[in-house]
């Protein structure tokens, strides 16, 4: 992708980086310029942004229900907490690497259940989510939702339990062909003996005689016999940091080059696996021409979307409509995370994308910028609320110029939701 | 009485209001439910595009023809246990899973064979019987992976080892469009549910995938002339831009138009089925899905391929359960989808495949559960005659690093459902040397 102007690169950024601006804010990103918009992403701190405590630090939570499940309304109340901070957040990227990494470990709370430590997990995916990687691993490693959530609770010397230590090698670190079945079972030896107790609140805890410490040779490194160790072989495999600079590039970039991707694991691997470092190498090279065009995910779709609208979507709305969508946070399908492009291609997500439109356009206040461009035909205009400052596809201007103004009883509303549910709006 | 697919679409466009209003119901659901809200009456109404090409002469009993077969392959991701789906009469079955071994008396016997079925899925023995069903036990693909991931690959693209942009029905898709359907793409020739399946990935051949069939639908809000802003949505598609993404988001639209036309007027009621699957993970039904599934067979609209996507196979940590309740779904699925094929007289134009990315391990963890394995299990559901044999077996006194070995190479079946789809020589060009075995 190239960008023919400042305002059509801070955009970009904007998509790939953010949950969405609000009307005014792209001038604002104009005004920084690319490079001053990538530090503001990246380091809010350096221009007085402050650091942002948990959604959830400030909830005295207690069970509702004796039946160790949270009650409705609490569910309710996290993702309320959780999706009010992506959309008022200061520093949208980290939040964006918090995704990128609850996406990366994929913790479902189907499997997990116990809404506290499914929060702790997602707070970890934020607060070491932008430093350093090898500390993020090391403690996701041990994190009872992670113990729960890949069987190492239930893992022991005696009868190891492999979930963990294979796709600690294969969807975590190195990557599939970077490592044997071998290596998987001395993962797996090494981190045996860790237990959740359910009766002390959901902590992890290390029961010795339930640990193996037999030294294991993992990836080439003898000696590896528990989780420092083990941690410690893996993120120093030359595979680790390509692994990971392959996988951020093409959340945050789309299908990149291998040439492009080495460059970024070299960046990664020199900036001492600094997460941080790693994301604004990608967006730098993003913004210099090495990003595709790429589907857009029903969260970042919707948030964007209410954004630019100022939709009002309380959260029940707000999960109704990405359960439809398909993209229900907190609960990815599988171990490998969200689907990708080839679902929010499909029947489903497509069908449910123009339902939500229409019902976003309806949530739209009636002096919302975006509402009077519909209502005006002022499609330039639209599009530019809509962080597409390059204009329309001509297929979707043609839509929209041949679309009734009387298709809904509030004039405009049927052109936004139009423009909402265009093919346009799902490509970021 | 055959009812064309043009009519029937012309039919279901005016039968197939959707509710306006509907969506705002759903979305004030509550977190915990799993299912939408019905729609209330309706201010809407579904338009759809017509697709071009010839259509599949229908005829029944003597005068099938081969295009009127339709083949349905039931993918059970995660990895399902073999070993505790259809069970060896062997003592180190018992020897190797002390906690998950099932007890003789509560297994499934089978006639002609000494193996026995997970109890869960009793209702499969009359198939068994009548010879419309066979088991291929120590399945698997060559250079068969521990990895799901790279496992579903393979077993998708059906080429083992290296990665394939084509899977292997999309490749018959793509080689069959010329004879069936005039070279013109139809996305209702091959239909996913439960979500999109790689398997149906070709070069030309464009599939419809269905996530959820209870809440596949287009709503607008109240007062809204949706026939007209559903046509404007259908404009966006067309012309095709250059920019391949952007034009593939295009091309989704049309036909999903014409599969919300058709499952508007196949879309079941869960709670009629008496049956609420308990699976854990976030898929569907197969009881559902399987619904769905015969209903789209009972119309006649050229559907030559469904794949049905059902999950939660990967049962590393309390196997019993979880799996009780996985295979007791699949079973219960079976018989419902036999029974209105049955019903409305489609069960011989049909063929069940079940895949699964690998078997698991022969022993136990320390979990109540299994880990990642190698040779598998597949049933075929189809003609009468051919059924009531295991092919392959386990061979568990030869296990490969703890594994079942690969009996069988599962390309010879997936050839064998080609040739039931497409008569002799069908696999030719979808698989090179591929093995075949089982006679259809």
Redesign the interface.
Known sequence: MQFDSTREAVAFLARRATWGLAPGALDELEALGVAGTIDRLVDPSAVGIAEEASAWADWDFTYDRSDGRAS?AQ??EA?DRWMTRLQTTNRPLDHQLAWFWHDHFAV?F??VRYLPAMLDHLELCRSLGRGDVRELIRQVTTDPAMLVF??GA???G??????FG?ELL?LYTVG?NNFT?AD?RAATVALTGWVVRPRSGYKAHFVPRRHDDTPQTLLGVDGVHDVDTTIAAVTSSPACPVFIASKLGRYLL?DIDTTTIFDLGSVFEAADLDISALARATLTTGVAGHA????AAPLPWLLQSIASTGARVET??L???L??L?Q?PA??????GY?G???W????????R???A??L??RTPADAPALIAAREGDWARLADLLLRPGGF????L???A???R????RPG??AL??AL????L??A | MPISRRAFLGGAAGAAAVGGGAWATLLGDSIEATRPTAAVPTTSVVTTTTVAGGEAAVATGAGMSVTDRVLVVLEMSGGNDALNTLVPPVGGYHDARPQLAIDDGELVVLGGTDYRLHPALGGLVGFWNDQTMSAIAGVAMPQQSRSHFQAMDTWWSGVPGSPSQTGWLGRWLDLTVDDERNGVPDPLRAIALGGGSPALVGLETMATAIRNPADFNLMTQPGTDTDALIAAFLATSAPLVNEPTLAAAQQAIPGTLDAVALLAATSSDIEDLGYESNTPGAGRSAVELLDTAARIIGMDIGTRVLTVGVSGFDTHAGQLDNHDALLRDIGTALEQFFARLDESGDRERVMVVTTSEFGRRVRENGSGGTDHGNGGLQFVFGPAGNGGVVHGGYELDSLDNGDIPLAIDTRSVYGAALEWLGGDGAADGVFENAPAFLAV
Do not use: H, K, Y
């Open positions: 409705r569910t309710l993702f479902s189907q499997v890949l069987d239930t893992s022991t005696e009868s190891p339990n492999e979930n294979r294969e599939i079945e998987v789309g595709s065009p790429i589907v029940p709305a999960v109704g409509a359960r439809l398909g229900l609960n990815p399908p599988n171990v490998g689907p492009a080839s679902t291609l499909g029947s489903s997500a497509t069908a449910a123009f339902t939500v229409t019902d356009a309806r596809s001509q297929p979707t043609a839509a929209l041949d679309l009734d009387s298709v809904t009883v509303e049927g939701a139009l549910a265009s093919p346009d799902l490509i």
